[in-house]
């Protein structure tokens, strides 16, 4: 089944899915961990995979300096994952954790990145698994991977191979609170999966009423 | 019968496996975890991992437990942040140079009914790779006849030196020495006296520098002190120090023995720096230093 049969309908309803997951995902980093994030509505666009890169660049303001988490995501909901954080913000988020407990010996630049890697981890953890389970699907993760630099197609290719077919892109802000620190959250998931996911949605749905 | 087989994996893979509850209690300890630590399963099932590693990096490990009970996540503990997850002693034949084994060590749910209910740890010795690791980073970065970084490694420390001035308004200091007639020295007493005396010099101005300055071979007979986050007057008295002693010191070598001098630019970073003003700025000094008679030290301004 092609992607491109989600309707507007569709499209609402998995926006309306995913908002609940990631407001879950909120409560629980807040209560659990601590952590506390706000999550923005997500945006859920269906968006053909060669113009993948193009999209997300274009949806930052200054594309030059990013740290970028990417994790891949498997089971019947399934894709590519990146928490896209501005390198400034990178620094902030070192700040807030920093001293707990931190090698102070390891370099500056490797303690930004881990730091970064694992509350990237943990969002992208907490987020995926509540949508997961929204959907009825477990999901398991393969390591994160990290990247810094420019936002360009270069390094975005490097995770999502340009190919035919849509991918669906949810994409939502997130915010520290109390810390200003914010990012972007983007799920890609493509072709292969959408049709399961459709079926998914609609049976969630279906569950409300 | 494969299934009945697959627990005997555990028992004689080379990695450390645990099985923990939400609050890091032990339920599952193979056979690697006891040779590694010392204790034994019956002693080590039923505690929790804060009883039996302490001075574990706690507050990150409870953080990627509770994530992994709470979200089915797989957390990846890096050895580069934390070294040692779960300190315990090197493995027997370890490379020198470690107190405590270097661990890459991931975690990750256990689902009963679909439920987790409990999170398993798979550790990794990479005592050995990071000890590679290390010598190759030392052997690209150091000069190979003194000891004193290169060139390569000095213009890193720099950037990283402003980035943390940049962040926290606190910048290096830098002293650029020279050997007074070196090439005199090189032509009169051979190329062997003049690597001696780089050798010499190099000796003394580490024994002087503090363990977080850092003495680079910066050109020929040029030297480099980054002295992070000094002030001018310390970085002048140091080079002072250097001056003196390089003096007093005379190079013996094969029967032929001579006195050196050596001449020094010192400069501060001040708001608004580069590498290249500050550097600009010694290098400057070092040439007034040179003009105005040799075996003294300038102040860049």
């Not at chain 1, 490797?110 to 929204?134: H, M, P, Y």
């Not at chain 2, 040029?222 to 190079?251: D, K, N």
């Not at chain 2, 590498?275 to 290098?283: E, F, K, M, P, Q």
Request: glycine letters at 10%.
């Amino acid at each position: 089944m092609s992607g491109s049969s989600f309707d507007t309908l569709e499209l609402d309803a998995l926006k309306e899915l995913m908002n609940v997951g990631f407001g879950r995902a909120a409560a629980t980093l807040s209560e659990l961990m601590d952590l506390h994030v706000v999550l923005s509505v997500p945006r859920v666009e269906l968006v053909p995979i060669g113009e993948l890169a193009s999209y997300v660049a274009n949806e930052v303001d200054d594309p030059k300096s990013f740290n970028v988490v990417e994790q891949f995501f498997l089971g019947k909901f399934e894709g590519s994952s990146f928490l896209l954080l501005p390198e400034e913000e990178g620094r902030r988020l070192v700040e807030m954790l920093a001293g707990e407990d931190a090698d102070a010996d390891s370099p500056l630049d490797s303690l930004e990145r881990d730091t970064i890697i694992e509350i990237g981890n943990i969002i992208i953890g907490a987020c995926v698994s509540k949508v997961a389970e929204l959907l009825g699907d477990v999901v398991t993760y393969r390591p994160p991977r990290f990247a810094t630099g420019a936002l360009d197609r270069e390094l975005l290719e490097r995770y999502v191979k340009p190919g035919p077919g849509m991918a669906l892109v949810m994409k939502t802000l997130f915010r520290f609170e109390r810390r200003d620190v914010f990012g972007l959250l983007f799920l890609v998931t493509t072709d292969s999966g959408l049709g399961w996911l459709k079926r998914a949605v609609s049976s969630w749905l279906e569950s409300l009423s | 019968m494969i299934r009945s087989l697959l627990p005997q994996v555990l028992e004689i893979i080379g990695n450390g496996v645990m099985v923990v509850d939400s609050d890091g209690r032990v339920d599952y300890w193979n056979r690697w975890m006891g040779e590694a630590t010392g204790v034994e399963r019956e002693d080590a099932e039923g505690r929790t991992v804060f009883e039996l590693f302490p001075g574990m990096r706690e507050k990150a490990f409870r953080r990627n437990l509770k994530s992994v009970i709470a979200f089915g996540n797989f957390a990846f503990f890096s050895q580069k942040v934390h070294g040692a997850v779960f300190p315990m002693p090197c493995a027997p034949g370890a490379p020198e140079g470690f107190d405590r084994m270097q661990q890459s060590c991931r975690m990750g749910p256990l689902r009963h009914e679909g439920e987790v209910c409990r999170a398993f740890v798979v550790i990794e010795d990479v005592t050995e790779a990071v000890s590679n690791e290390r010598r190759l980073a030392e052997a690209a970065s150091r000069d190979g006849l003194t000891g004193a970084y290169n060139r390569r490694w000095f213009d890193r420390r720099m950037e990283d030196e402003f980035d943390r001035a940049r962040r926290y308004g606190r910048g290096p200091a830098l002293l650029i020495l020279d050997i007074d007639h070196f090439k005199s020295l090189n032509d009169e007493e051979g190329h062997q006296f003049g690597d001696e005396a780089l050798k010499r010099v190099a000796e003394i101005c580490r024994h002087a520098l503090r363990s977080t300055d850092a003495l680079c071979r910066y050109g020929g007979e040029e030297f480099c002190a980054v002295l992070p986050e000094t002030e001018l007057g310390q970085g002048v008295a140091l080079a002072e120090r250097l001056r003196t002693s390089c003096a007093s010191s005379p190079i013996a070598f094969r029967g032929a023995k001579r006195s050196l001098t050596v001449s020094s630019g010192v400069s501060a970073w001040r708001e608004g720096d580069d590498v290249t003003s500050l550097v600009g700025r010694a290098d400057a000094a070092l040439y007034v230093a040179k003009r105005a008679g040799r075996n003294r030290v300038e102040v860049g301004t």
